[in-house]
T-cell receptor, first 116, second 112 residues
Framework: DTGVSQDPRHKITKRGQNVTFRCDPI?????LYWYRQTLGQGPEFLTY????????KSRLLSDRFSAERPKGSFSTLEIQRTEQGDSAMYLC??????????????FGSGTRLTVV | AQTVTQSQPEMSVQEAETVTLSCTYD???????LFWYKQPPSRQMILVIR??????QNATENRFSVNFQKAAKSFSLKISDSQLGDAAMYFC?????????FGAGTTVTVRA
């Protein structure tokens, strides 16, 4: 069990550029989640996958955001035409089983995005 | 939507002493989970303790314990025998089905 891995750890990009983040969940976890955390605040839910199916998207996830989880393994989160308001830490988490909270809901270390 | 409120932005405690962090939440559900997470400067959210709403007994994990008052929708965390390594941001979270809703956090500093 190597934990939830996120790449990159830091990303600095110019406004208007596209960025993509990757999350590798714990191998036996079938559920994967993305959260966004702005400075001094708690994380906010963005979206959730069960296997390869994206089952919920928060209203925080504007049309510029897209997430995928091909083959139910790793996931990517892409932000198009980045804006300064997108600067935040993007956290990924994974869990297994039919009930998310019974078998561990494990977070990665996050990707910190800075839009300049 | 569920809301989680942490009314203490910062708390300071002397090493070896006890500190209690407050959390209240709002929900119309009867079955849910409550959590305390620790986030040190390394950024990774680490689960400290978990409480299932249907269990009346308060959860305990070594030096960490909770006071769960379901009717009052209150869920406080007590850290006993505080250690320097306990210094971090602590988040209270509400979980229902698959989604976590977090409070704004409490920064805990430990004085040597």
């Amino acid at each position: 069990d190597t934990g939830v891995s996120q790449d990159p750890r830091h990303k600095i990009t110019k406004r208007g550029q596209n960025v993509t983040f990757r999350c590798d969940p714990i191998s036996e976890h079938n559920r994967l989640y993305w959260y966004r955390q702005t400075l001094g605040q708690g994380p906010e839910f963005l979206t959730y996958f069960q296997n390869e199916a994206q089952l919920e998207k928060s209203r925080l996830l504007s049309d510029r955001f897209s997430a995928e989880r091909p083959k139910g393994s790793f996931s990517t989160l892409e932000i198009q035409r980045t804006e300064q308001g997108d600067s935040a830490m993007y956290l990924c988490a994974s869990s297994r089983g039919q009930t998310s909270f019974n078998y561990g809901y494990t977070f990665g270390s996050g990707t910190r995005l800075t839009v300049v | 939507a569920q809301t989680v409120t942490q009314s203490q932005p910062e708390m300071s405690v002397q090493e070896a002493e006890t500190v209690t962090l407050s959390c209240t939440y709002d929900t119309s559900e009867s079955d849910y989970y409550l959590f305390w997470y620790k986030q040190p400067p390394s950024r990774q959210m680490i689960l400290v303790i978990r409480q299932e709403a249907y269990k009346q007994q308060n959860a305990t994990e070594n030096r960490f314990s909770v006071n769960f008052q379901k009717a009052a929708k209150s869920f406080s965390l007590k850290i006993s025998d505080s250690q320097l390594g306990d210094a971090a941001m602590y988040f209270c979270a509400y979980g229902n089905d698959y989604k976590l809703s977090f409070g704004a956090g409490t920064t805990v500093t430990v004085r040597a």
